[in-house]
């Protein structure tokens, strides 16, 4: 998220998430418009995240108190040290890991721990923004007690194949170019949808 307008309509539909995305090379970097304002106005209900992509440290750290993020979205493979200084720091942490045909099990252990969250997305030759699935059926026996969110070319569609009971572990799931007007510009009434499906979900459970 980044344009104030388009923020101000997500806002009223109260998700529990709200990404902001610090990576410049990105098409949706969020600094490209002046939304500081808008962006600290954002009800404390709604956590706000910030990826980053191999950031230094202070810098990052500069984000956090300017932008009042809730955790920062480590997309660039960074490391366990990397991880255990901003936790030191007391910013709450997701870690992203890429999946293609399986998880990379050896590498999300010594994770466990340190991080908040885990987000799983699909394996991509950049930082994500595919608008591609991987295959789900490798979480259904999730080993790991940290707890995850779901990532990699949802919208609708593949909402409606999601069983939320068949992924323990599974807090949130994570939607962005599949509901997308324009990079950045989120379709609001995709996402109402979105919300329907997950209410329906929710009443069976």
């Known amino acids: 998220m980044r344009n104030p307008e388009n923020i101000r309509e997500l806002i009223t539909l109260s998700p529990d998430y709200m990404g902001l995305i610090f990576y410049q090379k990105s098409t949706r970097y969020v600094e490209k418009e002046d939304n500081l304002s ?8 709604i956590k706000k995240v910030g990826v980053f992509v191999k950031e230094e440290i202070g810098k990052l750290i500069e984000k956090v108190k300017a932008y009042q993020l ?5 997309h660039g493979g960074e490391s366990l040290a990397y991880c255990q ?11 992203v890991f890429s999946v293609e045909d399986s998880l990379p099990v050896l590498e999300i252990k010594d994770f466990e721990g340190v991080v908040n969250y885990f987000l799983f997305d699909t394996k991509t030759p950049l930082y994500g923004g595919s608008g591609k699935t991987f295959d789900w059926d490798i979480l259904f026996k999730y080993p790991f007690k940290t707890p995850y969110f779901l990532s990699g070319g949802i919208g609708t569609e593949e909402f409606r194949q999601i069983k939320l009971s068949d992924f323990p572990g599974l807090v949130a799931i994570d939607i962005n170019s599949k509901v997308e007007i324009k990079p950045g510009f989120k379709d609001i009434a995709q996402i109402k949808e979105v919300k329907q499906i997950i209410s329906k979900q929710q009443e069976i459970l």
Do not use: A, C, F
């Open 38 to 45: 808008i962006i600290n106005s954002i009800p404390g209900e």
């Open 85 to 95: 200084k901003l936790k030191e720091h007391g910013i709450k942490i997701i870690k």
């Open 70 to 74: 809730d955790y920062v979205q480590l």
